[in-house]
């Protein structure tokens, strides 16, 4: 009984899960539906900070794997992230090691990449990316990739976890 309880407790982080698809599938299917595919939409403050363009992506993040044949892409970004994202969640409730933190992290990097998988599942075109901000030369971009709401929330939670994941352990560690 007891494990039930602590598998009943480790649920509403998945309201983030749920929230961050429900948002990202909303955004990309009005982006779909108003503006043409390669188009620009809108220069959001007026100085060329953030604008919005609407493209697709049939590869992963910065167009990883463009040039594959079409026969290996399913297998690398639909069946390949489906086996990552079952592994997660299996590990999420398996695991007590997880912060209450951690958990609300695992489940915005889990929303995120659900939403970019039912695009590589749903949407023939690609993945709906619409995001694109002004890196000003840094790292030699004019412009950061395109992207959109699932993969802010992977990064964003990704990052936040491993902030966290460095932080305990950090305090874990003998002094020196």
Known sequence: M???????????PFLLTAA????????????????????????????RFIEFYHVRNKAIAFSIGHNLP???RPALFIILPI????FLVAYYFRSDEFSPLQRWCVAGILGGGAGNL????????GVVDFISVNFYGFLGF??????????????????????????????DAPPQ
């Open 2 to 12: 007891e494990q039930k309880n602590s598998a009943v407790k480790k649920l509403p």
């Open 118 to 125: 039912i695009d590589r599942i749903f949407r023939p075109d």
């Open 20 to 47: 961050v698809i429900f948002f990202d599938q909303w955004v990309k299917s009005f982006i779909a539906a108003n503006w043409p595919q390669n188009s620009f939409i809108k220069d959001l403050f007026g100085n």
């Open 142 to 171: 004019s412009r950061f990739p395109t992207f959109n709401i699932a993969d802010s929330s992977v990064v964003i939670f990704g990052l936040l976890l491993l902030y966290t994941i460095f932080r305990s352990r950090k305090k």
């Open 70 to 72: 079409d026969m290996i």
């Open 83 to 86: 086996g990552v994202l079952i």
